[in-house]
């Protein structure tokens, strides 16, 4: 097809501004779907994004489109709205030209409205402001519009106001899309260069790549070679989205598809692959994106129902389709063989936990998520750790460095007081604040990611009465005055309790701390010793109580030595089992360390 013809483009947005609902209009409107095949969140195919009516994986679709007298091939890809899937959103705008910036009429810019354009700034796509929900009864398109051109910069009068729900106004976007946005650069006679911008792996086909063509053709039965890994394979199926997978003979410059070349493993295909034609290859690979950088670290453990083997057939099985999360073999002394995995954040720990649980049926004791840091050693040597149990002995410690982040929060002006004090009690320092308008602020912070990380979020919405939203960007590694809080249980540590926490917190957090464990860990039949140590110094203890059988019930009369040598006998016994015994500790205690009691 002629590339004047064709029109790459993905929706973004903050979560629920109607990316998806957008995306379902359009596939009606141009005619993809019937009405028959038309349902909610159409290209949402997992059940847990339909349960929670978010989009957790970008998804691309072809459309053709009838527009004065010329057939248009549309593709779309929609897009994730939350910041965990950040990254997914700057995968999708490497494949094409255009952005559809979608704000709701009724909410106004958020948070993640302004990361998202950001990024497709720096992208360097062609961005449409799109103001949906115009058919609410709180909509102010006016005050949205003001809002995108005062933070975003664009104009007000080139907005597009629409309601997804209901269609009106969709029909003139995409006139508008077939008018206003470029079509690739038409380099059809110049080497084979496709860029694979997502996969999935298929138990029956192998690896199915998802593709964008930006120079040459890609054909059935042809050799291609991955310019990264640097392997050949054989070309068996090429396909476009109509939404379903639909197989062609070719994809042709400028175009989006899917291929399958017999790749047995995802491992074998990065994302930000190059794929190019193996008889004349390419000099230069395209450019690369970024690797997705875990943040959140969380320790998984069989439960009682589960084999260790079956755990990790089910890790294996889910990493298969989603590169952005990874596993490494664990042995704890209190909770033996298990797993360390590495998180984008907190929703997409969430969402793997209850994939494990829903899709291979499985039991697991998860440990409370914390952050990486970076250690340099008095050797100055640099390292990454992920577990306060990696941390090296503090004689061998040079400096210590945690993860910050700038975070942006937009919140109605009658919370900022409730916000700042929230923000200074976790360690945040204010670079900015910028009104909107009269009644709406963009705050901007300079954040520790463990502050800000487990439950920040709730708080900030609670305080703005659910108005609030937030946005962070990794920034850098910098060295701040930490320690390490250790948790002994009956005399023994436990790794998965321990945590890195500023000197200035530290005692005062391992006192709350142990307070919770009491209450968390049930009574045994000896009594259990619970201390927090810091540098191996102890600085708190509580006590839990052993269980009491009354062995002298039994005892009718008689002297009373007989009493005492019965008391003396249990005695021994719980000394006995103090030694040999071992402290059950169930999934609560864990989590009850991310409790800061604010």
């Not at 890994?229 to 410059?253: C, D, Q």
């Not at 901007?444 to 609030?468: C, H, M, N, Q, T």
């Not at 709350?512 to 009594?527: G, S, W």
């Amino acid at each position: 097809m002629d590339t004047k013809y064709i029109r790459n483009f993905s929706i973004v947005a903050h979560i629920d501004h109607g990316k998806s609902t957008l995306a379902d209009r359009m596939l009606e409107l141009t005619g993809t779907i019937t009405q028959r095949q038309a349902q909610e969140q159409l290209l949402d195919n997992m059940d847990i994004e339909r349960e929670r009516g978010i989009t957790i994986k970008a998804s691309a679709v072809t459309m053709e489109y009838e527009y004065e007298g010329n057939t248009y091939m549309l593709n779309l890809i929609d897009t994730p709205g939350h910041v965990d899937f950040h990254y997914e959103v700057s995968r999708a705008l490497a494949a094409c030209e255009g952005a559809l910036l979608v704000v709701d009429a009724s909410q106004g810019v958020e948070a993640q409205t302004v990361a998202n354009a950001y990024l497709a700034v720096e992208t360097g796509v062609e961005i449409m402001g799109i103001i949906n929900k115009v058919d609410l009864p709180a909509a102010q398109p006016e005050v949205a519009a003001e809002e995108m051109e005062h933070v975003l910069g664009i104009r007000r009068n080139e907005c597009f106001k629409i309601s997804a729900k209901t269609g009106e106004g969709v029909q003139d976007l995409l006139n508008a899309i077939c008018e206003l946005l470029p079509g690739p650069e038409d380099r059809g006679d110049e080497e084979t260069k496709a860029l694979v911008f997502d996969s999935h792996c298929d138990p029956y086909r192998g690896v199915i790549c998802y593709v964008r063509v930006f120079s040459g053709s890609l054909k059935v039965r042809q050799k291609i070679r991955l310019m990264h890994k640097g392997r050949s394979y054989l070309v068996t199926e090429l396909g476009k989205f109509y939404p379903e997978m639909t197989p062609v003979e070719e994809i042709g410059v400028g175009e989006v598809g899917y291929i399958v070349a017999n790749i047995r493993n995802l491992a074998d295909v990065s994302v930000g692959e190059t794929i190019t034609d193996d008889a004349a290859p390419a000099d230069e690979p395209l450019a690369s994106y970024q690797a997705p950088m875990q943040m959140v670290f969380s320790d998984f453990y069989p439960g009682d129902n589960t084999e260790y083997a079956r755990l990790r057939a089910a890790f294996e099985k889910l990493a298969l389709n989603d590169a952005s999360f990874s596993f490494s073999p664990q042995n704890s002394p209190a909770l033996g063989f298990g797993f360390r995995c590495g998180f984008l954040g907190l929703l997409h720990m969430e969402i793997i936990q209850e994939r494990l649980e829903r899709e291979n049926d499985v039991d697991i004791v998860q440990t409370a998520p914390t952050v990486s840091y970076e250690v340099v050693t008095r050797d100055g040597d640099v390292r990454r750790i992920e577990s306060p149990s990696e941390l090296p002995d503090r004689t061998h410690i040079e400096e210590l460095r945690e993860p910050f982040v700038r975070l942006e929060i937009i919140t109605s002006s009658e919370s900022i007081g409730g916000i700042m004090k929230l923000a200074e009690g976790r360690r945040c320092k204010l670079i900015k604040t910028d009104y909107l308008n009269p009644t709406r602020v963009l705050m901007e912070y300079k954040a520790p990611l463990a502050e800000i990380v487990y439950d920040f979020y709730d708080l900030i919405k609670g305080i703005s009465r659910g108005y609030a939203t937030m946005d962070y960007e990794f920034t850098g590694f910098e060295a701040t005055n930490l320690v390490k809080i250790d948790i002994l249980v009956n005399g023994q540590p436990v790794d998965a309790l321990s945590l890195i926490v500023h000197r200035d917190h530290a005692e005062q957090r391992g006192r709350k701390l142990i307070i919770k464990l009491r209450r968390a860990i049930p009574r045994h039949q000896f009594e259990i010793p619970l201390q927090v140590a810091i540098g191996g110094k102890i600085i708190a203890r509580e006590t839990i109580k052993a269980y009491r059988k009354d062995v002298t019930a039994k005892l009718y009369g008689g002297d009373v030595t007989r009493k005492m040598k019965v008391l003396k006998r249990q005695k021994e016994g719980k000394r006995r089992m103090k030694s040999v015994g071992s402290v059950q500790i169930p999934q609560k205690a864990f989590m009850s360390i991310l409790d800061t009691g604010e």
